[in-house]
């Protein structure tokens, strides 16, 4: 079964430049979700979006911004990194009718801000 | 706000021998989901078994079973007959009906001995 598709899977920037990472849902998939997961922690929401309008907003940096595309796949940009950005993003899709199903996580991308 | 806690920050069992993991949780709404997520070393996070609120029956999935207790808000996951590739973090998760965004616990770090 298709899964969900991250790219890339690791990135390197310098401090000050941008990122942007892309989020490939699986088929069918309405929602999309970022959660950022820094070194041995917990997955901490980011933002979320349902029929490509952003559904819900968590703790996203002010730097960060997000969308979602007419074919349902979501790119999280990020703007003047920092070292603490450095982190594990995942990106996570659900079908319609949340309340039937779950989120199903991609493998992430791996950002290392130097 | 919602929140979950887990106070175990590492176990350890035996293979082949049975272990539970322990998450209280806490939320004010009446419509919500329980789940329980696995990440391996490989970092990809992975759905172990989840819960809907609603229903009394406690979930199952193969050697993985819930032990649900809505009044006292607790939420622990057993896991039977260990084996070698079940040790992870295990990260219990609540999502709010209408909200939908994951809040993770610190999770728990399961080692499987040989």
């Known amino acids: 079964a298709a899964g969900v598709i991250q790219s890339p899977r690791h990135l390197i920037k310098e401090k000050r430049e941008t990122a942007t990472l892309k989020c490939y849902p699986i088929p069918r998939h309405d929602t999309v979700y970022w959660y950022q997961q820094g070194p041995g922690q917990d997955p901490q929401f980011l933002i979320s979006?349902?029929?490509?309008?952003?559904?819900d907003k968590g703790s996203i940096p002010d730097r960060f911004s997000a969308q979602q595309f007419s074919d349902y796949h979501s790119e999280l940009n990020m703007s003047s990194l920092e070292l603490g950005d450095s982190a594990l993003y995942f990106c996570?899709?659900?079908?319609?009718?949340?309340?039937?199903?779950?989120?199903?996580f991609g493998p992430g991308t791996r950002l290392l801000v130097l | 706000a919602q929140t979950v806690t887990q106070s175990q920050p590492e176990m350890s069992v035996q293979e082949a021998e049975t272990v539970t993991l322990s998450c209280t949780y806490d939320?004010?709404?009446?419509?919500?989901?329980l789940f329980w997520y696995k990440q391996p070393p490989s970092r990809q996070m992975i759905l172990v078994i989840r819960?809907?609120?609603?229903?009394?029956q406690n979930a199952t999935e193969n050697r993985f079973s819930v032990n649900f207790q809505k009044a006292a808000k607790s939420f622990s996951l057993k896991i039977s007959d260990s084996q070698l590739g079940d040790a992870a973090m295990y990260f219990c998760t609540l999502a709010q009906g209408g909200s939908e965004k994951l809040v993770f616990g610190k999770g728990t770090k399961l080692t499987v001995n040989p």
């Open positions: 939320t004010s709404e009446s419509d919500y989901y």
């Open positions: 819960q809907e609120a609603y229903k009394q």
């Open positions: 979006f349902y029929e490509k309008m952003q559904s």
């Open positions: 996570a899709s659900s079908p319609p009718n949340f309340s039937q199903e779950t989120q199903y």
